[in-house]
């Protein structure tokens, strides 16, 4: 009997490797391979794990016609066309609970190094340029600031509880009344321009969808207070880029911290390169030994249970 075929569209821990190779053939793509490689090794796929690098079309869920399941590495599913699953009857799951950790305590490492400037000051040393540390490396204190939270899901949630160890002041904004986060954490809900006129650092953790692509952009960034700081470990698209560049370079953003892009990875010409007032990291939120673990053998348990006729958990519909 055929043995069930499962492609992985990027690198994952080998620990859900070794899982599904108990019962399945497993392609691996190498790092960097496109939707024409998906397209060409994947169509005979029983089971897909994908990341979000390369997107998961409606022509390749039209082709792939043994597909039953597409197992989310993480937890956006914004790179899945979920309309195009369910026509086609594929399952698609994701493994919210396995990175929330991870990308709060990340969210919290961007804000401190941005803060403190610890990027800018490592460069410094390095340069032989100790007397920095008289000037520009002079940094400024978390502690009785305002924080904005925009989205007060798990990550953002988790980024408050740690937050909350800071003596800041935490406001967020969400579609979503969370009271009892606000009862657990002292958070206050506000509106979205309150958020962003009175916090000193602006965190985003929602999900990119229609209402917010681009929901940071020129309005918004005047809006906010001089000075200010923003950090996004989202999506690349909720901030409008040609915006954000000019906040940080007109001093209107004291500085910013992205993990992601509007497009990964970003151009070689793309100006946020050359800003000195900018913390880039390459949508590193949920890796770490542990998440990616944990993500892993999830996507694999959950491919195993839809081959065998089961739902998976964390099913998401369009
Ligand atoms: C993935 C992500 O978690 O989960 C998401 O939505 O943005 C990514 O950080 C990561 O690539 C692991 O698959």
């Known amino acids: 009997m055929r043995r069930y075929r499962v492609i992985v569209t990027e690198p994952i821990h080998p620990d859900g490797i070794d899982l599904l190779r108990r019962e399945c053939e497993v392609v691996e793509l190498p790092p960097g391979a496109d939707e024409g490689d998906l397209l060409s090794q994947g169509l005979e796929a029983d089971a897909l ?19 039953k399941v597409v197992a989310v590495h993480g ?16 399952l698609v799951f994701n493994t919210p609970t396995a990175l929330t950790e991870s990308v709060a305590e990340m969210t919290v490492a961007l804000i401190l190094s941005l803060l403190r400037r610890v990027v800018a000051a490592d460069g410094a040393v390095r340069r032989g340029e100790w007397e920095r540390k008289y000037s520009d490396l002079v940094g400024v204190e978390l502690m009785g600031k305002t924080v904005g939270i925009l989205g007060l899901g798990r990550i953002g949630s988790a980024v ?3 937050l909350k160890g ?11 009344e969370r009271r009892e986060v606000e009862e657990e954490l002292g958070i206050r809900r506000v509106g979205l321009e309150e958020l962003l006129s009175t916090s000193d650092i602006i965190t985003l953790h929602v999900p990119l969808t229609p209402e917010t692509h681009h929901m940071i952009s020129s309005r918004e960034f005047d809006l906010m207070k001089e000075g200010a700081y923003l950090v996004n470990l989202a ?7 040609e915006a954000l560049t000019e906040a940080l370079r007109s001093g209107k953003l004291a500085g910013a911290a992205l993990d992601v892009f509007e497009e990964e990875p970003p151009r070689r010409d793309n100006p946020l390169l050359s800003l000195e ?3 880039l990291t390459p ?11 944990r993500m892993a053998i999830q996507s694999a348990e959950g491919v195993l249970t839809a081959l065998r006729g089961g739902i998976p958990p964390n099913v998401v519909k369009p």
């Open 49 to 67: 794990i994908t990341r979000g690098w390369i997107r998961v079309t409606r022509e390749f869920l039209e082709a792939a016609h043994r597909l």
């Open 75 to 90: 937890v956006g599913t914004d790179h899945v066309d979920l309309e195009a699953a369910a026509e086609h009857e594929v």
């Open 160 to 162: 408050a509880r740690r």
């Open 166 to 176: 800071f003596d800041v002041n935490l406001l967020y904004y969400d579609k979503v």
């Open 235 to 241: 999506r690349g698209r909720v901030i409008d880029e």
């Open 277 to 279: 007032n900018v913390i």
């Open 283 to 293: 949508h590193i939120g949920a890796s770490t030994r542990e998440a990616m673990r």
